[in-house]
């Protein structure tokens, strides 16, 4: 089997490493999975580098999110058939061709397009929880969000289309735009400063209350300045590398709270059954094909330094996968 | 009669002038009233240079808060006799010799310090609800503010001591660190880098829920990364003429908020009865001399130049105010 191991934090590039490795021999109540798919998230780069808010115990395999099939079963597993398709257990140590883990509580999943299912764990959950856990939405209000091209956008874009919310996107490049209202953005426009005019304009003077920050910088003040009076701005990402800047005449002025939302101590402060029932409102969605996102390229874990050296890349148009047993 | 008049937004020093008017002719239920203090807030200087998110319709008087002793009464006027004390309708109109209002409403003040009754409008109501109105605080808890020597920061320090609330105050000189000690102080630290863990060490590692930022820029996050998880971080003032800048690490990975708070609306959406309230724990403290912040220098309006030229000067060590009708 082979692993894609960092035993120090640093520039993703230099730290990791496919290392080869004994398979690990299998417990009574543990599976072997074979691992299928495994994005290339932002948040895997950002905790290889160190400037991820969690810290793992070091060496350490990345990847925080995938899919694989079951390919052995310990010999008190019961329920998973070898061959099952599963989500492998989020985290951490899913960029390797196989991986060991308890049984207990590992999710089935039908059998549906591995590039999408692949990424369910992260980014749908994150879109939407900040549409559903920040503020009450009603059909026919506004969202504003950031970073309008990435995954987490287009899932909200996507899931805010079915509950009737409306949606301005803001992006960077003029090449993306028809694309994401094709997809189902109402208004999407180029940042710039005279952003919040041009929202007014673009929604007809609506009064925005919820907007969505994943870049940071000056782009969190402008889209501070679109929201009305007593808003709130969700923190999120941090994709420019800047602090949030935020003038004091969204805070004092215009009552705009910033807070933060963060998917990981989600799942430890929520209940089993919430986390269910959003997992399996996504997982409908996902299956039905109706919420997903472009692919930019699949790559096998040998051809790891190509693949995140492309998933480094600015203006892609899509996530890429690792497939750790053969694109 | 004379007043600092002001015909368009700009540099108070050029665009605010001394004038002589006629005295305004009295109606039946109005009073004429002898100005005899009126600082000069930062706020006044920024409604002034138009940075100020109330816009007045000019020309206008400057000055928005002060005290005065009712020289003439109109015909229809009950219960305020000639001689006594009020507080000038607060917003506009202060940086006058006299000044001619509705008596509906007007407040009568027991005679006392005239320096400290004459800012008792903004600055003490700010301290008050700062400490009264963002979260519940209980005796022991710890806050942190920064502009330590600020009016605003004194009246927190005062107040937070009266209810058992342990405080933090950030300061960036080193000589005004004893004197904030002696007013009650329980931490009084420079501004810096490592301020968390100096803040951490100081308090013994005290978890603080609440922190006050009047200065934007990067002393915003800093303080914020002296917060708890959750805590809040209020955006009060602009002293820096920066916007707050705040992490990712403070937002999403700490879940900190930040908020503003504004007095202005607060008048507007608060009931009469909880206005009262605020307004007569803050007089009776400081007609009891228990609440006060240093003056550093009264000015005769005539020499309002000075005293612009003084108000704008960093180092002082207490509020400029304006004496309309004799120091």
Redesign the interface.
């Known amino acids: 089997m082979k692993k894609a191991l960092y035993s120090q934090i640093g520039d993703p590039a230099l730290v990791l490493a496919l290392k080869n490795a004994e398979p690990t021999a299998l417990a009574a109540d543990q599976v072997r999975i074979k691992v299928l798919r495994s994005p290339i998230n932002p948040a895997d780069l950002m905790q290889i580098s160190g400037t991820y808010?969690l810290h793992l115990s070091l060496p350490a395999v990345a990847g925080s999110e995938g899919i694989g099939r079951i390919s052995e079963r310990g010999s008190g597993v019961a329920g998973l058939k070898v061959g099952q398709l599963v989500q492998l257990p989020g985290g951490t140590g899913c960029w390797q061709s196989e991986t060991v883990v308890s049984a207990r509580g590992l999710t089935p999943l039908p059998d549906a397009d591995l590039d999408q299912l692949s990424m369910i764990t992260i980014n749908p959950p994150t879109a939407f929880l900040l549409l559903s856990d920040i503020k009450e939405l009603s059909p026919g209000d506004w969202i504003l969000q950031n970073a309008g091209n990435s995954a987490v956008s287009r899932y909200v874009i996507q899931l805010a289309k079915m509950r009737g919310i409306k949606t301005v996107s803001v992006v960077r490049r003029t090449d993306v735009v028809a694309e994401l209202e094709t997809l189902g953005g109402d208004v999407v426009l180029l940042d710039g400063d005279d952003l919040a005019a041009r929202v007014s304009k673009a929604t007809g003077g609506a009064v925005i209350g919820l907007g969505f920050d994943a870049v940071?910088g000056t782009a969190s003040?402008r889209l501070a300045t679109c929201l009305g009076r007593g808003g709130t701005l969700v923190?999120?990402?941090?994709m420019s590398g800047e602090?949030?800047?935020?003038?004091?005449?969204?805070?004092?002025?215009?009552?705009?709270?910033?807070?933060?939302?963060?998917l990981a101590?989600w799942f430890c402060v929520s209940t089993p059954a919430r986390c269910k029932e959003v997992f399996c409102e996504i997982l409908a969605l996902i299956v039905a094909g109706e919420l997903s996102v472009p692919v930019d390229q699949v790559f096998a874990l040998e051809d790891l330094d190509q693949a995140l050296a492309r998933a480094s890349q600015g203006g892609r148009n899509g996530k890429v996968l690792l497939a750790p047993n053969g694109v």
Do not use: C, E, H, K
């Open positions: 808010p940071g003040g923190s999120y990402g941090a602090p949030v800047q935020i003038s004091q005449m969204s805070t004092i002025a215009n009552d705009v709270t910033l807070r933060g939302f963060w101590p």
